[in-house]
């Protein structure tokens, strides 16, 4: 199983930012795919998740308005469209994925993922 994380950058506040993350080697039964970053110093935090049953989708609190996550199954992507970024939302940015049995109240949770990508670095600065 691979996941190949692109479409980090530098990108001045205000601006935006589209990532993408294609998912290869597992199929998906009731998984999901999600988005973490890691800002220098910190911990890993949950920023979106979107659960491939039924589009269940999940934010972190302070980037709801300012983000989408989406996916294209038949080509097993997500993709995160980050609008209005600030220089708060500078981290690496890492796509992660469940192929099978994720239930909603686990969306958020580091732990409930099987697989990463790489990650790919996101730098919001004038």
């Known amino acids: 199983v691979q996941l190949q994380a692109s479409g980090g950058g530098l990108v001045q506040p205000g601006g935006s930012l589209r990532l993408s993350c294609a998912a290869s080697?597992?199929?998906?039964?009731?998984?999901?795919m999600g988005w973490f970053r890691q800002a220098p110093g910190k911990e890993r935090e949950f920023v979106a998740a979107i659960r491939w049953s039924d589009n269940t989708k999940a934010y972190e609190d302070s980037v709801k308005g300012r983000f989408t996550i989406s996916a294209d199954k038949a080509k097993n992507t997500v993709y995160l469209q980050m609008n209005s970024l600030k220089p708060d939302d500078t981290a690496v940015y890492y796509c992660?994925?469940?192929?099978?049995?994720?239930?909603?109240?686990?969306?958020?949770?580091?732990?409930?993922?099987?697989?990463w990508g790489q990650g790919t670095l996101v730098t919001v600065s004038s």
């Open positions: 080697g597992g199929t998906f039964s009731n998984g999901a």
């Open positions: 992660a994925a469940k192929f099978r049995g994720i239930i909603i109240s686990s969306l958020r949770l580091i732990a409930a993922y099987n697989y």
